[in-house]
């Protein structure tokens, strides 16, 4: 089992920044991909950013540029720099985990609203 804890959501002006961070525990030996996706009001859930072990990472075309994921040298935490917000970021963000096996694992999400 994996559990993901997420924080540093929050509200934020148009044009500022926020830094999300997601720690994994339990068996993070066997996570392989991990990842940022997120739900906006009336959509659906959709990916943001991933980052595999090996440090490669994905972004949806609506964030490059302006958002950065990174992993810390634990490999036990996953970071999302998100600069230059819009109002359209606004949403709930959540973490994904992926382990060995394609067992997917979700953390509890955390809130950003980009408004001003």
């Known amino acids: 089992q994996v559990q993901l804890v997420e924080s540093g959501g929050g509200l934020v002006q148009p044009g500022g920044t926020l830094r999300l961070s997601c720690t994994a525990s339990?068996?993070?030996?066997?996570?392989?991909?991990m990842g940022w996706y997120r739900q906006g009001p009336g959509n659906e859930r959709e990916l943001v950013a991933s980052i595999t072990n090996s440090d490669r990472t994905n972004y949806a075309d609506a964030v490059k540029g302006r958002f950065t994921i990174s992993r810390g040298n634990a490999k036990d935490t996953v970071y999302l720099q998100m600069n230059n917000l819009k109002p359209e970021d606004t949403a709930v963000y959540f973490c994904?985990?992926?382990?060995?096996?394609?067992?997917?694992?979700w953390g509890q999400g955390t809130q950003v609203t980009v408004s001003s």
């Open positions: 994904q985990a992926v382990e060995y096996g394609a067992i997917i694992y």
């Open positions: 339990g068996r993070i030996f066997s996570i392989f991909h």
